[in-house]
């Protein structure tokens, strides 16, 4: 029950994010691999219809640009990159960022 609450409300804070500027809203991180989201629309040349957030992937100090969604009854977010990796990470796996 409390996975259910914890990803209601990273959804709804994602969703809800006011976009006056591009900033990340939630993230995650496994070794030298970090994955951003944010509330700015995708803006590669090829998009996909339901992926409609731009994310990156970080790794090794280099970074790929990518579109994000939220699919499969709000459980996972899946993304495709600008390299043409495609993955479904959990919503549990992530946390909101807090920006100062």
């Known amino acids: 029950m409390l996975q259910i609450v ?17 900033k990340p809203v939630a993230g995650m991180s ?37 579109c994000w969604g939220i699919v499969f009854n709000h459980e996972y977010i899946s993304f495709y990159f600008v390299d043409k990796t495609v993955i479904g990470i959990p919503v549990r796996n992530f946390a909101s960022v807090q920006l100062f």
């Open 6 to 22: 914890i990803s209601f409300l990273l959804i709804a804070s994602i969703l809800v994010t006011p976009s006056a500027h591009a």
């Open 30 to 66: 496994d070794g030298n691999v970090a994955i951003l989201l944010y509330d700015e629309l995708c803006m590669l040349t090829t998009q996909v219809a339901n992926l409609p957030r731009r994310a990156t992937w970080t790794e090794n100090d280099t970074t790929v640009e990518g």
